[in-house]
């Protein structure tokens, strides 16, 4: 089944406790995004990669890095975590060409006490 | 100003009911447009690809006019399972696949 998986779906932690948020496509999808939604905000870009070894800032990048080391994956890396970047997180991943079909991820609801 | 702006709602509606969203995008070099369906804190899913022509799909239509950089989406016979929120989203290809979202429309349908 073609999909985007997410892991964790669900996490709590405390400020300063570096954490990683991984995903992952079957779908051979050059082009992946993180994106993070927040009431009254919709979801905005956090980081997006157009191949391998290839990312880039979207727009909201302060506090987050990424990697994309292999094509199917393309985890999320908060090394500082703070209260602000409690929130629901989604990746996804589509065909690099333009206008293509995003497919997302399930989302991982982070809590950052 | 936001990129994308929606009326947030809610639209409380009986079922059988017809109702029109609307959206509006101030970046007139965005070039693909799409109406998403999210479900309560779900993922996000494509409801439908909007064109210059207008574009039907069942009880669905989407409008899109490039002039005054706005979006609609009529539902007919609106059901219990449209409930949902509705995301307006349009695509800036200088930044690749970039999707950037409405904040959302919430569509409550009761019986």
């Known amino acids: 089944e073609a999909q985007v998986t997410q892991n964790p779906r669900y996490l709590i932690t405390v400020t300063g406790k570096k954490l990683t948020v991984t995903c992952s496509q079957n779908m051979n999808h050059e082009y992946m995004s993180w994106y993070r939604q927040d009431p009254g905000l919709g979801l905005r870009q956090i980081y997006y990669s157009m191949n391998v070894e290839v990312t880039d800032k979207g727009d909201v990048p302060e506090g987050y890095k990424v990697s994309r080391k292999e094509k199917r994956n393309f985890p999320l890396i908060l090394e500082s975590p703070s209260p602000n970047q409690t929130s629901l997180y989604f990746c996804?991943?589509?065909?690099?060409?333009?206008?293509?079909?995003?497919?997302f991820g399930p989302g991982t609801r982070l809590l950052v006490l | 100003r936001k990129e994308v702006e929606q009326d947030p709602g809610p639209f409380n509606v009986p079922e059988g009911a017809t109702v029109a969203f609307n959206c509006t995008y101030s970046n007139s070099a965005s070039q693909s447009f799409f109406w998403y369906r999210q479900d309560c804190r779900k993922e996000p899913k494509l409801l439908m690809s909007v064109y210059s022509s207008g574009n039907e799909d069942g009880r669905f239509t989407a409008q899109l006019n490039r002039a005054s950089q706005y979006i609609s989406l009529l539902i007919r016979d609106s059901k219990l399972s449209d409930s949902a929120t509705y995301l307006c989203v349009v695509n800036n290809w200088e930044y690749g696949n970039k999707l950037v979202f409405g904040a959302g429309t919430i569509l409550r349908v009761k019986s």
């Open positions: 996804a991943s589509s065909f690099r060409d333009r206008g293509q079909t995003q497919y």
